[in-house]
Protein backbone atom coordinates (compact mmCIF):
# COMPACT_ATOMS: atom_id res chain seq x y z
CA UNK A 1 0.00 0.00 0.00
CA UNK A 2 3.31 2.78 0.39
CA UNK A 3 3.91 2.51 -2.85
CA UNK A 4 0.51 3.39 -3.78
CA UNK A 5 0.50 6.26 -1.16
CA UNK A 6 4.03 7.41 -2.31
CA UNK A 7 1.93 7.14 -6.18
CA UNK A 8 -0.34 9.52 -5.28
CA UNK A 9 1.65 11.73 -2.96
CA UNK A 10 3.79 12.59 -5.99
CA UNK A 11 0.86 13.48 -8.11
CA UNK A 12 -0.49 15.92 -5.29
CA UNK A 13 3.07 17.39 -5.70
CA UNK A 14 2.85 17.73 -9.09
CA UNK A 15 2.02 21.63 -10.00
CA UNK A 16 0.97 20.97 -13.11
CA UNK A 17 -1.96 18.55 -12.48
CA UNK A 18 -4.90 20.25 -11.36
CA UNK A 19 -6.50 19.03 -8.02
CA UNK A 20 -9.95 18.70 -7.10
CA UNK A 21 -9.32 20.70 -3.73
CA UNK A 22 -8.19 24.10 -4.95
CA UNK A 23 -8.49 25.62 -1.38
CA UNK A 24 -4.77 23.56 -1.45
CA UNK A 25 -3.80 26.06 -4.30
CA UNK A 26 -5.36 29.22 -2.62
CA UNK A 27 -5.88 31.86 -4.70
CA UNK A 28 -3.63 32.36 -7.93
CA UNK A 29 -0.09 32.07 -7.15
CA UNK A 30 3.07 31.93 -8.53
CA UNK A 31 4.45 27.64 -8.77
CA UNK A 32 6.71 28.38 -6.13
CA UNK A 33 3.98 29.23 -3.78
CA UNK A 34 1.50 26.31 -5.18
CA UNK A 35 4.23 23.56 -4.58
CA UNK A 36 5.03 24.82 -1.21
CA UNK A 37 1.37 24.88 -0.46
CA UNK A 38 1.19 21.31 -1.75
CA UNK A 39 4.10 20.35 0.28
CA UNK A 40 2.31 21.36 3.36
CA UNK A 41 -0.52 19.73 2.58
CA UNK A 42 1.20 16.07 1.81
CA UNK A 43 3.18 16.86 5.04
CA UNK A 44 -0.20 17.45 7.21
CA UNK A 45 -1.57 14.16 5.87
CA UNK A 46 1.63 12.10 6.45
CA UNK A 47 1.61 13.86 10.31
CA UNK A 48 -2.10 12.88 10.91
CA UNK A 49 -1.13 9.30 9.11
CA UNK A 50 1.85 9.14 11.76
CA UNK A 51 0.41 10.39 14.86
CA UNK A 52 -3.58 10.22 14.66
CA UNK A 53 -3.98 12.50 17.82
CA UNK A 54 -3.22 15.24 15.69
CA UNK A 55 -6.79 14.96 13.78
CA UNK A 56 -8.94 17.75 15.26
CA UNK A 57 -12.34 19.20 14.42
CA UNK A 58 -11.65 22.47 15.87
CA UNK A 59 -14.85 24.39 16.88
CA UNK A 60 -16.47 22.87 14.42
CA UNK A 61 -19.62 20.31 14.84
CA UNK A 62 -18.04 17.05 12.67
CA UNK A 63 -16.24 14.87 15.86
CA UNK A 64 -18.37 12.20 14.54
CA UNK A 65 -16.36 12.16 11.24
CA UNK A 66 -13.18 13.21 13.05
CA UNK A 67 -13.79 9.97 15.48
CA UNK A 68 -14.21 8.11 12.44
CA UNK A 69 -10.96 9.20 10.42
CA UNK A 70 -8.83 8.94 13.52
CA UNK A 71 -10.01 5.32 13.91
CA UNK A 72 -9.14 4.74 10.35
CA UNK A 73 -5.70 6.43 10.66
CA UNK A 74 -4.99 4.41 13.62
CA UNK A 75 -5.60 1.15 12.32
CA UNK A 76 -4.89 1.50 9.03
CA UNK A 77 -2.29 4.67 8.39
CA UNK A 78 -1.69 4.09 4.40
CA UNK A 79 -5.35 3.81 3.98
CA UNK A 80 -6.45 6.67 5.54
CA UNK A 81 -3.37 8.31 3.90
CA UNK A 82 -4.25 7.31 0.03
CA UNK A 83 -7.81 8.40 0.99
CA UNK A 84 -7.25 11.68 1.72
CA UNK A 85 -4.95 11.96 -0.97
CA UNK A 86 -7.63 10.34 -3.57
CA UNK A 87 -10.26 13.24 -1.90
CA UNK A 88 -7.55 15.84 -3.33
CA UNK A 89 -6.90 14.50 -6.41
CA UNK A 90 -10.54 13.51 -7.62
CA UNK A 91 -12.97 14.61 -5.07
CA UNK A 92 -13.84 11.27 -4.28
CA UNK A 93 -12.04 8.64 -1.97
CA UNK A 94 -12.74 4.60 -0.95
CA UNK A 95 -12.31 3.02 2.42
CA UNK A 96 -12.81 -0.14 1.81
CA UNK A 97 -15.98 -1.16 0.20
CA UNK A 98 -17.28 2.87 1.69
CA UNK A 99 -17.09 5.15 -1.80
CA UNK A 100 -17.36 8.81 -0.42
CA UNK A 101 -18.27 11.57 -3.35
CA UNK A 102 -19.55 14.24 -3.98
CA UNK A 103 -23.48 14.32 -4.27
CA UNK A 104 -26.69 17.09 -5.28
CA UNK A 105 -26.95 19.41 -2.43
CA UNK A 106 -30.53 18.85 -0.74
CA UNK A 107 -31.99 22.12 1.01
CA UNK A 108 -34.04 22.54 3.81
CA UNK A 109 -37.76 23.58 3.42
CA UNK A 110 -36.75 26.20 4.80
CA UNK A 111 -34.79 27.48 2.26
CA UNK A 112 -37.52 26.92 -0.69
CA UNK A 113 -36.34 23.25 -1.75
Known amino acids: MAS ?14 KLAFK ?8 APEIRDERKKFVRSVEDRRDAPT ?5 GSSLCGPAAFMYC ?23 LG ?8 IRLCRCHGK
Not at 72 to 94: C, H, N, S
Not at 97 to 104: A, E, I, Y
Open 72 to 94: IAREKPDDFAAYVLDLALTGEGR
Open 4 to 17: TFESKKNAVLDISR
Open 97 to 104: NLKVMPGQ
Open 23 to 30: CIDGKAST
Open 54 to 58: LINQG
